[in-house]
């Protein structure tokens, strides 16, 4: 008999922590073996990130970049546990740190675990590579609960990459992420960035292509922060035993050859 995953969860107190905790408990198939959150925290269970690395097979981690990436160097300089990253609103040094780290163990890397999301983005980059920039807009709202630090989401961010990618072109260059005053008719190619922040909204995202005949938009809505955690265990599970490398959720689904 295979012997149950251990899986650790890193900002165990978070909102996403607990419910990561949830996903954990509800399985029979894996252990919840440790349980940490920052340094001084309190709170019934929680022991040390130290004692939590050597206690466990993989790390799940919803909490904030720069906590995310000093734990990947500290995963990685004992070569070990496998980790799985959450944490949105991570720049760009912060991403090339962790995949130095992915160098030593594997970690797998999402800005978003559902699964539905991640089926979105494939039908979002199908859309823009069959609708021609001069005849339809793209426009990508999403909305998020109050205490949400980051815009656009990481989300929005990855489904306009992924309309991009569908029109060959480089996100940087045409995203527009804000209007106000007189800024002019719209440019050919733009992808447009709306976003909302009220109450406790978990997460709705669509994207609009818009034509001067018709409008098209797909879209997601998030009901419970659960499917995010499900997704999560379900990375950690794929991941543990994998080789040293950088990995994300296409990996996961099997998306990728």
Same mark, same amino acid.
Request: aromatic share 4%; hydrophobic share 50%; net charge negative.
């Given at each position: 008999?295979?012997?149950?995953?251990?899986?650790?969860?890193?900002?165990?107190? @978070?909102?996403?922590?607990?419910?990561? $905790?949830?996903?954990?408990?509800?399985?029979?198939?894996?252990?919840?073996?440790?349980?940490?959150?920052?340094?001084?925290?309190?709170?019934?269970?929680?022991?040390?990130?130290?004692?939590?690395?050597?206690?466990?097979?993989?790390?799940?981690?919803? $909490?904030?970049?720069?906590?995310?990436?000093?734990?990947?160097?500290?995963?990685?300089? *004992?070569?070990?546990?496998?980790?799985?990253?959450?944490? $949105?609103?991570?720049?760009?040094? /912060?991403?090339?740190?962790?995949?130095?780290?992915?160098?030593?163990?594997?970690?797998?890397?999402?800005?978003?675990?559902?699964?539905?999301?991640?089926?979105?983005?494939?039908?979002?980059?199908?859309?823009?590579?069959?609708?021609?920039?001069?005849?339809?807009?793209?426009?990508?709202? /999403?909305?998020?609960?109050?205490?949400?630090?980051?815009?656009?989401?990481?989300?929005?961010?990855?489904?306009?990459?992924?309309?991009?990618?569908?029109?060959?072109?480089?996100?940087?260059?045409?995203?527009?992420?804000?209007?106000?005053?007189?800024? @002019?008719?719209?440019?050919?190619?733009?992808?447009?960035?709306?976003?909302?922040?009220?109450?406790?909204?978990? @997460?709705?995202?669509?994207? $609009?292509?818009?034509?001067?005949? /018709?409008?098209?938009?797909?879209?997601?809505?998030?009901?419970?922060?659960?499917?995010?955690? *499900?997704?999560?265990?379900?990375?950690?599970?794929?991941?543990?035993?994998?080789?040293?490398?950088?990995?994300?959720?296409?990996?996961?689904?099997?998306?990728?050859?």
């Amino acid at each position: 008999m295979t012997a149950p995953i251990r899986i650790a969860v890193a900002g165990a107190l @978070g909102r996403m922590g607990q419910a990561v $905790t949830a996903a954990i408990t509800a399985r029979d198939d894996l252990v919840l073996a440790a349980r940490f959150d920052r340094p001084g925290a309190q709170g019934e269970g929680l022991v040390s990130q130290e004692a939590a690395l050597a206690a466990c097979d993989v790390v799940i981690d919803f $909490t904030t970049p720069a906590a995310s990436v000093a734990l990947a160097q500290a995963c990685a300089a *004992r070569g070990g546990p496998a980790l799985v990253i959450g944490a $949105t609103g991570i720049s760009d040094s /912060e991403a090339a740190a962790i995949e130095a780290c992915a160098a030593k163990i594997s970690i797998v890397r999402a800005r978003n675990f559902s699964l539905g999301v991640n089926m979105l983005l494939g039908l979002v980059a199908q859309a823009a590579r069959a609708l021609p920039a001069r005849d339809y807009d793209i426009e990508i709202f /999403e909305a998020h609960h109050r205490r949400k630090v980051d815009s656009p989401s990481g989300t929005a961010l990855m489904l306009g990459e992924a309309a991009a990618e569908g029109r060959g072109v480089d996100l940087n260059e045409v995203a527009q992420r804000g209007r106000d005053g007189i800024n @002019g008719p719209r440019a050919e190619g733009d992808i447009g960035f709306s976003v909302m922040r009220g109450g406790d909204i978990i @997460g709705e995202h669509s994207v $609009t292509f818009a034509a001067e005949d /018709e409008i098209l938009t797909l879209s997601h809505s998030a009901r419970d922060r659960g499917l995010f955690a *499900r997704g999560a265990v379900e990375a950690a599970r794929w991941v543990v035993g994998r080789p040293a490398g950088a990995y994300d959720m296409q990996d996961v689904l099997g998306f990728k050859a």
